[in-house]
C-alpha cells in the first residue's frame, strides 16, 4: 500500500484546512486507518484514526470537537478536517493504515510522506 497524504499549507488560527490520504497499490476497505503529527524537536504523536467500516473513530484529547476524520472507501481515500485550528497544531501530518485502530504507530504498517500544516496567530 502507497500512502500521499495532501492538502497540508499555511492556514490562519480559527480557519479550516481538509487533509487527504489517498491510497494505491491496494484497496484500503479492510484497514484501519490513522493520522498522526509531528512538530520540530516532538515526537510523533497521535492525532486520529478510523476503523475500517468508518463506524469507529478515535482522537487525541488535544484535537477533541475540533478536527474530524472520515473515509470514502470508493475513492481509496480518508480525511482530516482541521477546523479551528491553533498555532500548537503546526506539524508535519502523516496518515498510517494498519491491520487495527490504535494509538500507537506500531498499530499501523503502511506511511505516507506527510504533509506541512502551518497555523498562524
Known amino acids: 500500500v502507497q500512502l500521499q497524504a495532501s492538502g497540508g499549507g499555511l492556514v490562519q488560527d480559527g480557519g479550516s484546512l481538509r487533509l487527504s490520504c489517498a491510497a494505491s497499490?491496494?484497496?484500503?476497505?479492510?484497514?484501519?486507518m490513522g493520522w498522526f503529527r509531528q512538530a520540530p524537536g516532538k515526537e510523533r504523536e497521535f492525532v486520529a484514526g478510523?476503523?475500517?467500516?468508518?463506524?469507529?473513530?478515535d482522537y487525541a484529547d488535544s484535537v477533541k470537537g475540533r478536527f474530524t476524520t472520515s473515509r470514502d472507501n470508493a475513492k481509496n481515500t480518508m480525511y482530516l478536517q482541521m477546523n479551528s485550528p491553533k498555532p500548537e497544531d503546526t506539524a508535519v501530518y502523516f496518515c498510517?493504515?494498519?491491520?487495527?485502530?490504535?494509538?500507537?504507530?506500531?498499530?499501523?504498517?503502511?506511511w505516507g510522506q506527510g504533509t506541512q500544516v502551518t497555523v498562524s496567530s
Open positions: 498510517a493504515a494498519g491491520r487495527t485502530l490504535g494509538r500507537t504507530q506500531s498499530a499501523y504498517e503502511y
Open positions: 497499490g491496494r484497496t484500503l476497505s479492510r484497514y484501519a
Open positions: 478510523i476503523g475500517w467500516s468508518s463506524g469507529v473513530t
